[in-house]
Nanobody
Framework: QVQLVESAEGLEQPGGSLRLSCAAS????????VGWFHQAPGKEREGVSC????????DFADSVKGRFTLSRDNAKNTVYLQMNSLKPEDTGLYFC??????????????????WGQGTQVTVSS
């Protein structure tokens, strides 16, 4: 089986932090770039971040730059999205996805290889 499994839903207050995980099963995640896509209620899915296969390069949308970070734990075959200084507009579904590289994830039209099942994030006071 080839799967991407994301962490359970998260609920946090504005200004708080959450960490989402994306764990691969059946293949080595370190062979792929990993993008994160946000879908707000009633809106199109858009790329917000991406980390390269070797973890040396990251890309972030302006809306999350300076607040979100990405990291890899190759021993656990997992990529993490650290979300800090959360805002209500961060609310929505977050999908991780594998790609050959990070081209087109942020501000473009990227073709993904595999999708995670999605994680519901709610930021509310």
């Amino acid at each position: 089986q080839v799967q991407l499994v994301e962490s359970a839903e998260g609920l946090e207050q504005p200004g708080g932090s959450l960490r989402l995980s994306c764990a691969a099963s059946g293949f080595n995640l370190d062979g792929y770039a990993v993008g994160w896509f946000h879908q707000a209620p009633g809106k199109e899915r858009e790329g917000v971040s991406c980390i390269s296969g070797n973890g040396g390069n990251t890309d972030f949308a302006d809306s999350v730059k300076g607040r979100f970070t990405l990291s890899r734990d190759n021993a656990k075959n997992t990529v993490y999205l650290q979300m800090n200084s959360l805002k209500p507009e961060d609310t929505g579904l977050y999908f991780c996805a594998t790609l050959p590289d990070c081209w087109g994830v942020v501000g473009g039209d990227a073709d993904v290889d595999f999708w995670g099942q999605g994680t519901q994030v709610t930021v509310s006071s």
